[in-house]
């Protein structure tokens, strides 16, 4: 089986470093960080790749790099290969392991900021450095007093927040750098610091084509990713006019 991957930059480097040992992982594609802030925006990237994607004939499966991510791959499906898709709520579940895990880390910590390699790499992450990028690009484009507010409203989100978390993964790039910069943005902040390692099986095992029921959404050609309120994630939406 030839497969395809499709998945958020946040992850190329993660996916990258696997894959090089997986023959049958023909061609990664990664689309820009960000998108799950934009869902329709998402959604409409994701099945654009699968489209391009399925051109190629020798594809015969294509896999998620995502998460369900704000349900911005909700409805995305296949015409002709198969469709996989890790029963995660976002990017962070592929690296911790589980959706088990990641649950339980949260309802203990609630508030946490996730930081990893490819998310460092990835975008701004909170801290001095994406203060001082958005505060220089609106006085350039605003000026001084305008700046101020707009400073002060781009970051009360951060009020949600509390702990800053740094997910160890497999020795994936200089991690050791991206812990102490993380470490200095959680203090910079006045959040806590926790490191944790992460879990590569599942990511690994996604890239493999080991697929149970239980951890991954396998698609048949014509079905779509259809969320659920239920601990599975998402499930698929049965293709009406397939032929079975």
Known sequence: MNIAVITCDVLTEEIQHFAK?????????ALEQGLHSFPEQLRAKVQEAIDAVEADPEIDAIVLGYGL????????????CQFVVARAHDCITLLLGSKERYSEY???????YW?????????????????EYYRREYVEKYGEENADYLMEMEQQWLRDYTRATFIDFGGIGDEEAEAT???????????EYDRVQGDTR????????????????????GEKIRYTITDRVMDAEPCKNCPR
């Open 21 to 29: 040992n997986l023959p049958q992982v023909k061609a990664i594609h």
């Open 69 to 80: 991510c704000s349900r911005g791959v909700e409805g995305c499906g296949t015409e002709r």
């Open 115 to 131: 930081y990893s390699v490819g998310w460092n790499r990835a975008h701004l992450i909170p801290g001095p450095e994406r203060v």
């Open 106 to 112: 949260v309802k203990k910590n609630p508030g946490t």
């Open 181 to 191: 910069r993380t470490k200095a943005c959680a203090d910079w902040l006045g959040w």
């Open 202 to 221: 599942l990511l690994t095992d996604l890239l493999a084509g080991t697929w149970d029921d239980q951890r991954f959404l396998v698609l048949q050609p």
